[in-house]
């Protein structure tokens, strides 16, 4: 079964700390994205990534950083985490750029910040 | 730009009943027009995709929805609740990437 990894469920950092957030996919897909997700808010997008070694702002990258050295992989950074950053972070991948088969999924991870 | 809105956040329906989500879009071109399911503590899951080939989509677990350019709209339906359709559903239009709507949690009373 193919899927999207995003490698903790849960995770509890401390204001300052600079976090990494892994996802991996297994479908071969060129397009991966970050969205987090706020009460209220739905699905914001954060960063997403057409190719190996290439990033695009999405709506929100602030205090956000990117890395795609490999295709499958697809990491979100937090530079020095602050308390508003506390929300479930979902990864994403897709077939084609703009989504036109649907998206591929995390689970998510919850990230607080203390 | 694309987007969504969906109206109600919360809907509240007793277990056999009609489930009836709604979504409206914007978009300057055809779109692609989704509803995805997300249960608790889980990524989201495509329930169905609409992509201009039939008006009429049918998804899993016996969702479907229907694409209404006169009105703009993408409603999601079920004709019986069942409580294990308790989740929290958004629709999303497709353009350059993909815009989500903010979301509506459906409870299912037994």
């Known amino acids: 079964d193919v899927k999207v990894t995003q490698s903790s469920r849960y995770l509890v950092k401390r204001t300052g700390e600079k976090v990494f957030l892994e996802c991996v996919q297994d479908m071969d897909h060129e397009n991966m994205f970050w969205y987090r997700q706020d009460p209220g808010l739905g699905l914001r997008l954060i960063y997403f990534s057409y190719d190996v070694k290439m990033k695009e702002k999405g709506d929100i990258p602030e205090g956000y950083s990117v890395s795609r050295e490999k295709k499958e992989r697809f990491s979100l950074i937090l530079e020095s985490a602050s308390t508003n950053q506390t929300s479930m972070y979902l990864c994403?991948?897709?077939?084609?750029?703009?989504?036109?088969?649907?998206?591929?999924f995390g689970s998510g991870t919850r990230l607080t910040v203390v | 730009a694309q987007s969504v809105t969906q109206l109600g956040s919360h809907v509240s329906v007793s277990e056999g009943a009609l489930v009836l989500l709604r979504c409206n879009y914007s978009s300057s071109v055809p779109p692609y027009l989704f509803w995805y399911v997300q249960y608790p503590n889980q990524g989201l899951q495509l329930l169905l995709k609409y992509t201009s080939a039939a008006t009429l989509v049918k998804g899993i677990n016996g969702f479907e929805a229907e694409f209404k350019k006169s009105e703009t709209s993408f409603h999601l339906t079920k004709p019986s609740a069942h409580m294990s359709d308790a989740a929290e559903y958004f629709c999303a239009v497709s353009g350059a990437d993909m815009r989500f709507g903010a979301g509506t949690r459906l409870t299912v009373k037994p």
């Open positions: 994403a991948s897709s077939f084609l750029a703009g989504g036109t088969y649907g998206y591929t």
